[in-house]
């Protein structure tokens, strides 16, 4: 019989039995399963190494979750909407369908190739109408429920693309000298500041049009506070979603305007209105000395009627790129009074401040604020101090550079002498003009896409009545026949185009905008619940069973993204009634990159490697094995090898088993320490795999392998014992390899799949074996206090010698040793001979 692993063949035979016994599929009478989910990938036409990490994990997890007696929900589907789809198809003179079904295909066969066991009775694909109806049918929902908005607004434009970018798809062009980010830190370790389209990497131009939007800022507050209680995820994701959404607590004043000609005056020509700002610096409000808006604000629009001074400066900053706009302002004939000295202040109209940041609008406290300090410097204005250092600095030092910090007040009327934060609360209290507030740096989630491949925006445009809904009856709105042609193929598709007003029924326009298909992502994991469900997108009471998703696996390229966006739309569908759950997610795992010779391994930069090449035990074994899930990790053949080794090890031992096998009934010392060291194991494979540390998993088994090896090779060991190890190492490894689990499984008891096994019963007292095993590391460490250990080349041998009796004989030995000659070097070789010789089993050494 041959004890070499023929990958193909093993994987082949039990993907084959996994089938037709249908292990994994879920019954939909299960209380509540455990849900395992890994992020659905793009269909991009083949899975790439990191792809391979995320779903090895989940896999393995879900494997442990059965055999620990679960019902487990793994499922898989398609994130099949997307630009690259239609850019491919148009590329390859084919159609965006045909070519991501034919991904589709080609991935589905990848996963099933790697022996990863989804129940595929769930799988869903999001480019299916059956799907994204759904879509269309929650876009309604939300729209009645108020959290869609229709809106003209300045984009991101990708102009390669065609299409507009939502801020979160909008990065920034990374340094080529940079390597992948850190963990955590959800920023390209360097950059040239450009702003680029996250998928080409086209420097990205600003666009005026009207826009779908959900209103995601609604749940600003709600989506803030609730990382604090989201404590199964890493810190690092919640902190970038903490920064993403900005909440910043702060003050909003009241500035009076007046005498300034804006449109629609009432005779003489001046108007009075009020301009609020905010302030997370209140209290500097004596430091002001100018006020400014932004270009898109109000008074902004007003004065640019009647200046064309101000209308000439509004329409260039709208066509410069941000970085370009720098401290660039213009004055108005507006006067601001300042609401506590009652002095006039210069109103500009300045760039730097931004539309939708506050309320648009800021006063100018260019000793405190660096922003401020800049735009005073370049427009002459004056710059005081009103907050000194607490450390008494020079009083000078806000004319070459803002003070930012906090300190105690002065040139501030009553308020001097007061501390920062003192003076801030005192402000609010004593006057009207001041209110507490709070802004956040989250905008609104910009939903349209002028592409073709994705979710049709039920609504039509009808002249009479605007825009009107889609009736629920007729959705979903089909994409209509694939049209190659620039910009938006469904502005060219006219047959589809026209249609009827469902209010007037006179002539109206489809919309032609299509779904962000971060909108697809958002609910995908509902779907799994009842993927036929025909007239809901998903079955409310499952969901109130079942719900949250238990471990969701991914990259943390979707830290902000698509898991706030999870997130929002999770807290609306329980706002609609849909939902009980308002967290979608209990436990997160963003798992770290694969790199090869430093880099990212990924198909853009030609440096994959493909499964087919070791074998999916290998490869699932090296990726799990190699790193903490977290961590990123080095792809290199020698660390393969390792993977490669650990699985014809455990694959032989189990062969040869089987060959050999006859009964001895007695069982010795050294059994008792096998067994016990086998428990031992079980025991801390057990925590490991609770905990996701595969790769401490891995070492727990390749050490009990070893111990084995060695076991047999000193001297034949006790059958029951070693059978029980070789079983306990098919059924470990069984959730990371389970192709080879299956395999020695079979050989060892010939019946039975592992994949439906019981988990091996912890040792009763877990405790007990970790005291058992501190004594031996301590013995050990004693040992090694004792003789030069850098000598021993066997440390496992000790370790097999030191159980229970045989470590104090062995302490005595070693004491011997020392005794009859301090300054000699002990042969260690010697003592360890001597000890196997007392217990009789010394005898095979020779031939080991
Ligand atoms: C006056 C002030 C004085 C401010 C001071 C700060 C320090 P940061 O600075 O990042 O913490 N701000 C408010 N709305 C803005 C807008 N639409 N565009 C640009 N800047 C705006 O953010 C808070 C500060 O950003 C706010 O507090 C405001 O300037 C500015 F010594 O108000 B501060
Ligand atoms: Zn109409």
Avoid at 266 to 287: I, L, N, P
Avoid at 711 to 722: A, K, L, N, S, T
Avoid at 791 to 806: G, H, K, S
Wanted: with cysteine; glycine share 6%.
């Amino acid at each position: 019989m041959t004890s070499h692993y023929d990958h193909a063949q093993v994987q082949e035979f039990w993907q084959y039995v996994w089938e037709r016994d249908d292990v994994y599929a879920l019954d939909s009478d299960a209380d509540d399963p455990t849900y395992v989910l890994g992020m659905f990938p793009y269909t991009s036409g083949t899975l790439h190494m990191g792809h391979i990490r995320n779903y090895a994990i989940t896999d393995a997890h879900s494997r442990y979750r059965r055999m620990r007696g679960d019902d487990v929900l793994h499922p898989m589907g398609w994130d099949a909407f997307g630009l690259p789809a239609e850019n491919a198809a148009f590329e390859r003179k084919t159609d965006p369908e045909s070519w991501t079904q034919a991904c589709i295909r080609r991935m589905r066969e990848e996963l099933e190739t790697m022996g990863f066991g989804y129940d595929w009775s769930r799988e869903i694909t999001t480019c299916e109408p059956d799907y994204y109806q759904w879509n269309q049918w929650l876009f309604k929902r939300l729209y009645e429920a108020g959290l869609v908005e229709y809106e003209a607004a300045t984009v991101n434009w990708c102009p390669d693309c065609e299409t507009v970018l939502a801020d979160a798809q909008v990065a920034e062009r990374e340094d080529e000298q940079s390597e992948s980010s850190d963990q955590g830190s959800g920023e390209a370790a360097s950059s040239d500041g450009t702003r680029v389209c996250w998928r080409c990497e086209t420097p990205v131009g600003r666009r005026e049009l009207d826009q779908w939007f959900f209103t995601i800022t609604d749940y600003a507050e709600e989506l803030h506070e609730g990382l604090e209680d989201l404590e199964g995820w890493p810190d690092g994701v919640r902190e970038i979603q903490r920064n993403w959404i900005g909440r910043q607590e702060g003050a909003r004043i009241t500035f009076e305007v007046s005498d300034y000609s804006g449109d629609g005056s009432d005779g003489d020509g001046d108007r009075d209105r009020t301009v609020d700002v905010f302030s997370t610096r209140s209290e500097t409000v004596y430091g002001a000395t100018y006020l400014a808006v932004s270009p898109g604000h109000e008074l902004a629009r007003e004065l640019a009627d009647s200046d064309d001074a101000v209308d000439e400066y509004v329409e260039t900053v709208r066509e410069q790129d941000p970085d370009e706009v720098g401290f660039s302002g213009v004055e108005t004939d507006a006067t601001a009074v300042h609401p506590l000295t009652g002095e006039e202040l210069p109103v500009y109209v300045a760039g730097y401040v931004l539309e939708d940041v506050g309320t648009g609008a800021v006063m100018g406290v260019p000793g405190h604020n660096g922003r401020d300090h800049s735009f005073a410097l370049e427009h002459d204005l004056p710059i005081e101090r009103v907050v000194a250092p607490d450390d008494g600095s020079d009083e000078s030092e806000v004319e070459s550079e803002a003070y930012t910090g906090e300190g105690t007040l002065e040139g501030s009327g009553e308020y001097d002498g007061l501390e920062s934060e003192t003076a801030r609360e005192r402000l609010v209290t004593d006057h009207d003009a001041f209110a507490e507030d709070v802004t956040y740096r989250l905008r609104d989630w910009l939903i349209s896409r002028q592409r073709y491949w994705g979710t049709p925006i039920p609504v039509v445009h009808c002249d009479d009545c605007g825009h009107v809904l889609v009736a629920d009856d007729d959705l979903p709105v089909e994409l209509p026949e694939f049209v190659r042609t620039t910009g938006n193929p469904l502005d060219a598709a006219e047959e589809w185009n026209e249609t009827t007003c469902p209010d007037c029924g006179g002539p109206a326009r489809r919309e032609t905008d299509t779904m962000d298909t971060f909108v697809d992502s958002s609910w995908y994991f509902l779907r799994f619940l009842s993927p036929d469900l025909a007239d809901a997108p998903f079955d409310t009471d499952l969901a109130a069973d079942w719900m949250p998703v238990d471990v969701y696996v991914g990259g943390d390229e979707h830290a902000i993204l698509h898991l706030l966006y999870t997130r929002f739309f999770t807290r609306a569908l329980a706002d609609l009634g849909l939902l009980e759950e308002r967290e979608p997610i209990r436990e997160l795992k963003s798992q770290g990159t694969v790199l090869y010779d430093g880099e990212k391994m990924s198909s853009s930069k030609g440096n994959v490697v493909t499964p087919e090449e070791y074998g999916a035990e290998t490869t699932r074994l090296f990726v799990l094995s190699a790193a903490h899930p977290e961590q990123d990790f080095e792809w290199t053949a020698n660390n393969v090898r390792g993977a490669y080794d650990l699985q014809q090890t455990l694959y032989r031992m189990a062969t040869e088993f089987v060959e050999e096998s006859d009964t001895r009934l007695e069982r010795r010392d050294h059994d008792e320490y096998v067994d016990r060291e086998i428990d031992r194991t079980i025991a801390a494979v057990t925590e490991e795999y609770e905990r996701f540390r595969f790769h401490r998993a891995a070492t727990e088994i390749r050490e009990l392998a070893r111990l084995l090896r060695r076991y047999r090779e000193y001297d034949r060991p006790h059958d029951e014992v070693y059978r029980r190890g070789l079983l306990t190492l098919a059924a470990v490894i069984a959730p990371m390899a389970p192709h080879l689990g299956e395999e020695c499984w079979n050989k060892l008891r010939g019946d039975g799949l592992v994949v439906e096994a019981d988990w091996p019963d912890p040792a009763s007292d877990t405790s007990a074996y970790r005291l058992e095993r501190g004594l031996v590391e301590r013995t050990l460490e004693d040992v090694r206090d004792i003789v030069d250990v850098a000598a021993i080349d066997e440390p496992e041998r000790i370790e097999l010698v030191c159980a229970r009796e045989w470590k104090y004989r062995a302490a005595e030995l070693v004491d011997e040793a020392a005794t009859d000659d301090p300054d000699a070097v002990p042969d260690t070789d010697a003592i360890v001979d001597r000890i196997l010789a007392a217990d009789g089993v010394g005898a095979d050494r020779e031939t080991v």
